[in-house]
Structures are given as C-alpha cells and as structure tokens.
C-alpha cells in the first residue's frame, strides 16, 4: 500500500512521526531516506515548532524530548557521546548539539575538548583544538546559511597570557578563527547567544554585547522591578533576546518579569522592552511546585519554558498568543537530576563538518 500513496500523502504521514521515530523511518529503504532527504520535507520541517529536549550531564542518564505538538515526552540516549566524564552543554542550533566535556584540559594549559552532537541519529564530531583559548567562559552555536544546515561555534575564553579572546570554528573551512579580544569582565555562566552579528551573555555589571564585525563591546545595566533586586537568565526566542528576571526581596523570590533586548536606532544602544510579568495567580502556583527560589528557563520557537527546581510541572509562555500554560507530565524520577534546556529542530540534512 504504502508504494501506491501519493507523494504529499506520505509527506503527512513523516510530519507526525515521533521525533525518535525519523531516522529508523530513515533506514527501512532508500525511496524512504529520499524523502527524509528532500528539500520540501526539510522545509517542512525548519517550519515546524521546535522541540524542547532536556540534556543531563551524564552520558548513562536519558535525555528527553518533549513535543508541543503530541504533548509528550520521549527517552532518548546521549551514550553515543565518546566520554563517561561530566558533559556541559553549550547551545543547539540546525538539530545539532554543543557539548563540551568537564576533564582537567578546561583548567590546564591545553586546548579544551568540544563536540558537535546529533543526537537523533547518533553521530558524534570531535572539534580540533582551539588556536589560543585554553580555558572557556562562555560558548554557544549558531545555524548559518540560507538553508541553516550549517553552523559556527562561538567561545570566549582565555589564553595563556589570560588575555580574553573569541575564537569561532567554521564548519564550512573546519577550522578556528581569533575573530576579536574581549575586555576581561566577570561572565556569569557560560551560557551564550548570538543573534544579528552580535553576542550576548550576562556578566556581574548587566548584560554585554560583542559586535562581532565591529569589534565593540558595550555592558547594558539590567532593568529594574521597582526597589526589588533581579536576577536574570539571557535566552533566544526565534530571533530575539529575551532575559527573564526573577524579582527577590529578602533573598525570596516575588515575581517573575520578562524582557525583550532591543536596539534603538535614535539612541544607538540597547533597551530593554517590557514583554510580560507573570499574573500572581500564575505566580502562586508556579511558586508552590517547588521549595526552591532557583528556575530555569529556555526558548523554544516563540514559546518561553520555565521549571521551578525539582518541580513535575512546566511552565510555558506563549509569546505571539499572549497566553500561559502548564506542562503537567514532566517525568518525577528526574526532577532532582541537573540537566540543561535547549531547543532541539529537526534537521536531516544538516552534516556533522
């Protein structure tokens, strides 16, 4: 039967499969791995709402999958990933993972080990050393392209002469550039974004920017929530830059307030857009999953996903509907592993270069 179905039959029939379901599709027979392979269902595919996968920073644990679309989670296995040492996820982007491995290299005076990760069909790319950098502070990855099925990875860190550089791997000459040297500032973690020419990540003073191309770097103070202290959490959203704050008084946190990071032509600097606070009512319930202040938060397509600590309940914003949900089966036996958050598109086409 399946022979005798139209092509655009079969094409609805790819769009609903379970994202761990692609690539075994993939290897039943070449008429199938051509259409896995097509222009129109990768089309299909850039198009569709990311999911949410949730990486753990042991290879013997499962990472997980969520798609909004089914509304459930998936096992799937990062044991293909060459190392049984701690793994530091660094960002995704074109289906593709940046992992970083936690050995004694980060702090010693030799290049540090990265990784790019499929982690649908369990490929895995060892990164050559770093011209300069020995010791990351903050990394990220970004699609490049027309068609997003390539890729660069971003790193500032330092040299040996503790001199703060970028240095940025290329997949199309798979190799590394010094593409510029940063003022020695305090970053926060080493979670990192890139969007429209510029790097973004949080550091003791607010939040700084790197025109790549430019070579400048500015420190944007951070927006204020009345007399309150906030901390915050820099993510992407599609193509924006959001940083979701958490309001605190007395070390307890009040509320939750959300940010978009926006460049004024008149001012020739950025500002920061107010999207949303949380409603109160939103609030006391996202504040009653956990006995913890401390959440983390990620981008997924124009959705924005909260967790309370060792909370089996998500939050998600909805940023283009204006609309607040809840994800009520995060699996229970995980709430008290560490695990970072990240978008997770389908991507067939994309090569590990």
Known sequence: MWSDLPEHLKERVMESLPVDCFFRFRSVCRGWN?????????????????????????????????????????????????????????????????????????????????????????????????????????????????KRDKYKVMVIGRDNRDMVLLEVYDSTSKSWKVAGTIPDVVIRNESMIYSKGCLFCMTDGGMMTYNIEQGITTVVAMPTAGAHNVWAQLICCESRVVVVGAIEENYSLKGVIMWEVVFNETMKDYVWEEIVKMPSSVFDEFRRCSNSDWFQCVGVGDKICLRANESTKMLVYDVSGGSWSWVFNFPADLRYISMRYLPLEIMPNTRLS
Not at 68 to 76: G, K, N, Q, S, V
Request: aromatic share 8%.
């Open 34 to 146: 051509t259409l896995l392979s097509s222009e129109h269902f990768n089309s299909i595919a850039r198009n569709n709402q990311p999911f949410l996968i949730l990486c753990p920073s042991k290879t013997q644990l499962p990472s997980l999958i969520y798609s909004f679309i089914t509304h459930t989670w998936r096992p799937i296995s990062v044991s293909f990933i060459p190392h049984d040492c701690p793994l530091n996820f660094g960002g995704s982007a074109s289906g593709l993972l940046l992992v970083g491995l936690q050995t004694n290299s980060w702090y010693a005076h030799t290049s540090p080990v990265l990784y790019i990760c499929n982690p649908l069909n369990k490929t895995c790319l060892r990164l050559p050393g770093m011209a300069c950098v020995i010791t990351i502070m903050a990394n990220t990855i970004s699609p490049v392209g027309p």
